[in-house]
């Protein structure tokens, strides 16, 4: 089960511009539901694949105890031409979909009664990132 829009407006999009230069204001720079959340450090790019995995571990750890927020959905699409096709002939087809993270950004919060265990699931989940983030407590 992959988390993609099952609709979007137009079906390529370009890439537009890095993160690491551009300095938006940022909406979920702090925790809004939970008591602990992961905060991205780094500018980057999570694919959906990223985002369901993080997801699986730490509904594996939590189970139900506790709930699981996150914050991030992949609305945009990444296009790849074959291996072996020659240059020219338009854009490729769409390959994944990813979302876009900027530096603050609150990626996943968690609501759960045993801190220990969210500090667990949290810190499993940092290792399925491809960029640093760090622990916050409410």
């Not at 979007?8 to 370009?14: E, I, L, P």
């Not at 993160?19 to 694919?47: D, P, V, W, Y």
């Amino acid at each position: 089960m992959q988390t993609n829009p099952s609709r979007s407006k137009y079906k390529k999009q370009q890439k537009g511009k890095s993160f690491n230069r551009i300095n938006k204001l940022i909406t979920f720079n702090r925790l809004n539901f939970g008591l602990l959340g992961l905060q991205a450090q780094e500018a980057g790019r999570i694919t959906s694949k990223q985002i369901e995995s993080i997801q699986q571990t730490i509904n594996k750890i939590i189970k139900k105890t506790g709930k699981i927020v996150i914050n991030a959905f992949p609305h945009t699409p990444i296009t790849k031409k074959p291996l072996e096709i020659r240059m020219g002939k338009g854009k490729g087809n769409v390959d994944h979909w990813i979302f876009k993270v900027q530096p603050g950004f609150v990626l996943c919060e968690i609501e759960t009664n045993t801190l220990d265990l969210g500090i667990k699931a949290l810190t499993l989940a940092q290792l399925r990132l491809p960029f640093k983030t760090k622990l916050i407590f409410n």
